[in-house]
């Protein structure tokens, strides 16, 4: 199943939000510039996350992802202000494009094994951002992926990188 913006929008979320089981699926925008959240907890069932899903949670400070998430849209958490630490699902192969822009307060990110390619501007203006290491090999570091993360000290990668284009960082 599907979960539409209309269900976000219905039950008049905020505080710490828990999705039951039986979404695969969050679509395009379903959560975004929704303020007042500031954790969420995905279903064990969940498989893809849409573009935007969660652009604009500003408060949002926590969110558990299943291991079986599979894909994540370009610019899902962009612009959430408040999240400060992300466990990816260790499956995820991709961070897509701007996933997460504007992330102020990011300060670390983990299950980054199985990636193999960071998008442009994936981590764009994480200013909080100081240490990401990467374990297997990684094909592309899209433009601007790390742009503006004025904190970064430590970059890993413990695989190969194939291609960094240009301005990555």
């Known amino acids: 199943a599907v979960l539409r913006r209309s269900y976000a929008l219905n039950n008049h979320l905020s505080g710490e939000v828990v999705i039951p089981n039986g979404f695969t699926d969050i679509e395009v925008s379903a959560f975004k510039d929704m303020k007042n959240i ?5 279903p064990k069932t969940l498989l893809h996350i849409d573009e935007r899903a969660f ?3 500003e408060s949002l400070e926590e969110v ?12 899902a ?13 260790f499956g995820l192969r991709v961070i897509s494009r701007g996933l997460f822009k504007n992330c102020l307060r990011l300060r670390a990110v983990t299950g980054l094994r199985s990636v193999q390619r960071i998008e442009d501007g994936a981590f764009w203006n994480c200013r909080s951002l100081a240490a990401i290491e990467f374990s297997g090999k990684i094909e592309t570091v899209g433009i601007y992926a790390f742009y503006r993360c004025e904190r ?7 695989g190969t990188v194939k291609c960094l284009k240009s301005h990555c960082f």
């Open 38 to 42: 500031t954790k969420i907890v995905l």
């Open 55 to 57: 652009c604009g949670c």
């Open 64 to 75: 558990v992802l299943p291991e079986g998430v599979e894909s994540i849209g370009d610019e």
């Open 77 to 89: 958490f962009c612009g959430c202000r408040a999240l400060e630490n992300v466990r990816l699902p």
């Open 152 to 158: 970064l000290e430590k970059l890993s990668f413990k």
